[in-house]
């Protein structure tokens, strides 16, 4: 089951403050993935998803060296699987292990979900109109679902159009 929540954000400060309100909802254990246009805030939505978890070093999209652990209050994995081509490319990445501490962020993950985990948050990222403007829309799986209450109060700042 799936609920979607959609908002919008104009700048991509807004987008880290974004992530940042998010972090407050996430802990050991959950997968969020990333997903939509080129472009469109991924590594900035988790860069302030890594301010609010905590991390103070630079969060950059790891493209080419496909993960990179980041520590906070707890870790964050943030993994860019772009450039992988196929589902059996994942099980290098040891995913089951990395799920069991901190918060695991994949950029561009859709096309690998049927290897990962139910208990997931889908985020979508499309540009907008203007140069800034962003489209986020939330799918939540699994135990997600249960902190839907949570998640419409901390996106409540962004302008929610469903």
Request: proline share 6%; charged share 20%; net charge negative.
């Amino acid at each position: 089951m799936s609920l979607p929540l959609v908002v919008t954000t104009s700048s991509p400060s807004q987008t880290k403050a974004l992530g940042s309100a998010l972090a407050g909802l996430l802990g050991d254990g959950d997968l969020v993935v990333l997903a939509g246009d080129l472009g469109a805030g991924k590594t900035c939505l988790t860069q302030g998803i890594g301010a609010g978890l905590g991390v103070t070093g630079r969060i950059t999209s790891p493209t080419f060296t496909i993960a990179n652990e980041h520590i906070g209050r707890i870790p964050l994995h943030h993994l860019d699987v772009y450039r992988l081509d196929q589902l059996e490319e994942t099980l290098d990445l040891d995913l089951p292990e990395l799920l069991e501490h901190g918060v695991t962020v994949i950029e561009w993950g859709e096309p690998f979900l049927p290897a990962l985990s139910e208990d997931r948050l889908i985020i979508r990222l499309f540009l907008g109109p203007d140069d800034d403007d962003r489209r986020i829309e939330f799918e939540l799986h699994a135990g997600f679902v249960d902190r839907l209450d949570a998640l419409r109060v901390a996106i409540a700042p962004w302008s929610v159009s469903c």
